[in-house]
Every structure is written in C-alpha cells, then in structure tokens.
C-alpha cells in the first residue's frame, strides 16, 4: 500500500522519506513544508542558559568576531551581507551588488533552509577578508560579516525551491504470493512432462493451500503543487485491490474432474476500492527551548485530505464446488457480492477524510529524522450500499456435454432453465469503509558529497483492504556525483510481500525534473512475484 509513492520512494524501496521537500509532502509528512517561512517562537529561552545565537550560526560557517579558530583549521573566508527568510529581499540585494562592484569576486545566494544568505567570495588570508568587509561596510552594508567555511563558495545560486508541482505521474505495484519467472520460465517453458504424477506434483506444490494471492495498488497524480508552507494537491484517484483464487483451480485445469472426488472452490474472494483524494497540507518550523542544542531545525505539519470514494466491491464465495459422476457433472455454489453499485448499474459516491500528522528535525547538516502518520482516521461513508447472494445449483448429464456445442438457442434456453438460481439483492443503507493508512519512522545520513543513506520503518494501519500487519524495513542510496542525473537503489524487507528492492534516477534539467523508479516484490529477478514502477514529471522553482 502506498500514500504518495513517488518515484525516489520506489527507488529505494520505500526509505526515501526524510528529504522529501514541496508537493511531496502531500499524503506523506506535510512537516517538510516548515522549510519556509519564518520559524515559530515557542516560549523564551530562560537568563540562566548558556546558549547564544548569533545572527547566522551554523556548523561549518561561523562568525569570527564571536569565536576564535585555529588558523591551520581555516581554508575559505566570505564576507556575508544578508541573511534573511525572504528570497526577493536576498536577490534584490544580490542585484545591487553586482552593479556596484560588478562580477570580479565570486558572489552567490546559498540556501540554508528557511534562510538565503548572500556571500561574496573565496579568500584565503583572514586579512584580506577583513579588509574587504570594512570596505562594504564603509559603502553602506552596516551588516556586512565574515564567515568561514572549510569548502570553497558554491559555483551557482543554491535556492531552495518555493513552487513545485508534478504536472503528471504515474504508480503501479503488482504482487502475488506464488508464481515467478524462473518457475514459470522451468515449468510452463520448460518441456515438463506433466503426464508424469511425481512431475504434475512436483508442478503444483508451488501453489499455496490458501489460494493465490493476486495484489495491485496504483494512481495517477495531476496538477498537485507545493507554494512554501502549502501544498494542495488538485487530482490523485488511486486503486487498492486483492483478488484470492482458490487452489482447486489449478487442479481442476492440470488434474481434471475425478468421478466422485468434489473440487472445492470456494476460496475465491475480490476486494476492490477506488478513491480520489483531495489534500491540503501545511506545514511550520518551530523553535522550541528544549530543543536548543540538541536539533538545529524542528518542523511540524498537518494535512487534510477529503476523500471522493468512487468504487467499493467486496465479493466472498462460499460453499462452491465441481464433482462428477460417470453420467453427470454436477456444479454447486454461493457467492456474495457488496458494492456502492446498484441493480441498474448506478454508482453511489461515497465520502470522508483522513489527516496527515508529521513531525521532522534536522539533527545536524548530515543527518535528518521523520515521523508521519499518514491517513489517520481514515474513512469513507457509502451512503448507499447492496449486497447480492447469488446461489446455484447446475446439473449437466455427461451425454449433453458433448452436444452443447452444436445447440440452438432454443435448445440452450431450454438447458439453462433446468439450472437453479437464485439471486437476492438487499439494501444495506449507509456503510463505512476503513481506508488505508500507515506510520513512518525515517532517517538520512548524509556520508558525503556524493552519498545519502535512507532508512525507514513503515508500519500498516488496519483497514478493509490490507490485512498485512509486519512491519517494513527499508535502505536507501543516493549516488549524486552528477547533480543533474542522481541515481537511487535500495531494499526492504518485511511488509505485504517480504524481500524487495528498487532502483531508479532523477534528471535535473533547470526547473523540470524527470523521476523514474522500479523495483521488485518477493524476491530478485528470476525469483520475483511482482513489479513495482513510478514515474513523474515535475517543475521545481
């Protein structure tokens, strides 16, 4: 089951959370939207602390007039002339410099999460650097201050994006509990000789005494964006389905009807639910005193999603089976059927909602934590619902079934009405349904330049379309030595279907962004038993 199950998400197999930012945080953890906007002060910091902030703390940039380095330690001073949570203010500022003093010195906007601090350049000798600042100052940058940084002033403009908006995507996970390719690759292509008992044994051991498991969940998103501390997404219709085939099916095809011996089919069962949710997400960073000194930035957020319910279908059967005897064939059964959908194939929309609650911090500039409960309360009200029993009972004598090819209509109107069926339909009113949610524990590890390491732990809600309660646990990778082309890999374990991995890639072109994940349910490859695909197009401004 997935929320918004993005393509880095795919990739990594489900550890990509913690570094998600804009439009992502719909239906995942709508804290990453904190990342804009000015903090929120909660109470005061006491007269007894020792904490002190100075305008731009920061573990790699220091102000040196407030703390004294050791000079071998020193490699990069910049002389930084604003620092503040508006980005036209900092780019206006930029503007004015350059036409002042022109291109000579490096200058640049660095993006440090709610801040945009403009630097200008590269100097090795404190001096220098010094020199520098008084001159600014003496033209009028009264705020103008040095900082240090072990690495060199980056190339380009880092603004962290205030608009994204997914223009489309696509998501599909496929799974089941029995058939993979090296079996059906050995089995089905192999030249197997099923005449054989052992052989036909050997062939139908793999299927599970409980039935086929058949799972897919998939959706569309359009048009869903993120603007700063908002996000709204505008058009997500998603599908969660389950379909369980009895055993006997397979004896049936491979074994055939033994006289006197009853297959029982009864096992057989479909669940299916169709849903378009609505979200709203919003999200604030907070400066919490007891927090000082122990996280450098602490996010909450909160998302509301209106849920258009479109389809809801429950079929069970119970008590079907086949048997033969040496003059007959002899087909017995009962099935229910609940669903939004009447008799003359009217559609009852149903309605609800669920929240979004999340929680993240920045520990420090490498690592990066998360909690989100995803779809909390989730429900959605059919106000019209049916349930169908259909009951029959068909009887064919053994001389008729060869025949029955070469009826008439007459003649086959005539068989169907010596069949017994009974079908009965009833209004069941007003009916709710549970819908999928789940909460997320995640990290990042940021190891170097180039890697970021993921981890998460996903635990499933209980609902009516997911019975799976184990939870999962993923890793992640980011390889980012190309910034514009990014590549993630990952693998879980746990969940509805065991052992999965996932690889994938981001293609970074300006302001659009391409995303690409796959992966695989159950197993690697020949072992398979299911696929997972996701893919977007995305702007980022």
């Known amino acids: 089951m997935f929320a918004q199950n993005n393509p880095m998400q ?28 000015e903090k929120i002060v909660l109470g005061s910091v006491g007269t007894d602390s020792l904490i002190i902030e100075p305008p731009d703390s920061s573990n790699t940039q220091e102000n040196d007039s407030n703390i004294v380095f050791i ?18 203010m900092v780019k206006r500022i930029k503007k004015e410099y350059l036409s002042k003093y022109g291109r000579g010195i490096h200058s640049v906007i660095i993006a440090d999460e709610s801040m945009y601090k403009f630097r200008v350049g590269d100097f090795l000798s404190r001096d220098s650097v010094n020199l520098y600042r008084d001159s600014l100052i003496v033209s009028g940058y009264d705020d103008a201050w040095v900082v240090t940084s072990n690495q060199p002033l980056p190339l380009k403009d880092q603004m962290t994006p205030y608009f994204t908006m997914t223009v489309a995507s696509l998501e599909g996970d496929l799974g089941n509990n029995t058939l993979y390719p090296e079996w059906i690759n050995n089995q089905l292509f192999g030249g197997l000789d099923l005449r054989g008992y052992s052989e036909k044994e050997n062939f139908l051991s793999i299927f599970n005494s409980n039935g086929i498991d058949i799972n897919f969940q998939g959706g569309i998103n359009w048009l869903n964006f993120g603007m700063g501390n908002l996000a709204i997404s505008m058009f997500q219709p998603k599908i969660y389905s389950s379909l369980t085939l009895p055993k006997g099916i397979m004896d049936v095809l491979f074994n055939g009807l033994q006289f006197d011996q009853p297959q ?60 033969t005897s040496s003059d007959s064939i002899f087909i017995k059964g009962k099935n229910s059927l609940i669903s939004n959908i009447d008799n003359d194939q009217n559609i009852n ?54 025949d029955i ?52 732990l996903s635990q499933y809600l209980k609902n009516d379309y997911f019975s799976q309660t184990d939870p999962k646990i993923s890793i992640g990778l980011e390889i980012s030595s190309l910034p514009k ?16 991995w996932g690889c994938g890639f981001s293609l970074n072109l300006g302001g659009f962004q391409w995303n690409v994940g796959l992966g695989e349910n159950g197993g690697f490859l020949d072992s398979a038993k299911g696929v997972r695909f996701s893919t977007e197009f995305r702007l980022i401004f």
């Open 264 to 323: 029982d089919l009864s096992n057989l069962s479909l669940n299916l639910l169709s849903v378009a949710p609505l979200s709203l997400s919003y999200g604030r960073q907070l400066q919490i005193p007891a927090l000082m000194g122990k996280v450098d930035k602490f996010y909450v957020g909160v998302g509301i999603n209106i849920l258009l319910g479109i389809t809801d279908i429950h079929l069970e059967s119970d008590d079907m089976y086949v048997s």
């Open 71 to 88: 000079d071998s330690l020193i490699n990069y001073y910049s002389v930084q002339l604003i620092a503040n949570p508006n980005r036209k």
């Open 485 to 500: 082309f990014p590549i993630y890999l990952g693998m879980s374990t746990g969940g509805l279907y065991g052992f999965t």
């Open 10 to 37: 795919t990739a990594t197999a489900g550890a990509f959370h913690a570094r998600s930012f804009g439009n992502h945080a719909i239906q995942n953890n709508p804290a990453f939207l904190g990342k804009f906007g």
């Open 349 to 402: 929309f149903g309605n609800g909602f669920s929240i979004d609650l999340g929680v993240a911090a920045n520990i420090n500039p490498k690592i990066n934590v998360s909690l989100a409960m995803q779809n909390l309360f989730g429900s959605i009200t059919w106000p019209k619902t049916y349930t169908n029993f259909h009951e029959f009972s068909i009887s064919i004598a053994s001389d008729e079934l060869e």
């Open 405 to 456: 090819s070469d009826y008439n209509s007459t003649e086959m109107d005539s068989l169907t009405d010596s069949f017994t069926i009974n079908d009965t339909t009833y209004n069941l009113g007003s009916r709710n349904t549970k819908y999928p949610g789940k909460t997320v524990l995640s990290g990042s590890y940021k190891i170097s330049s180039i890697f970021v390491l993921d981890l998460a």
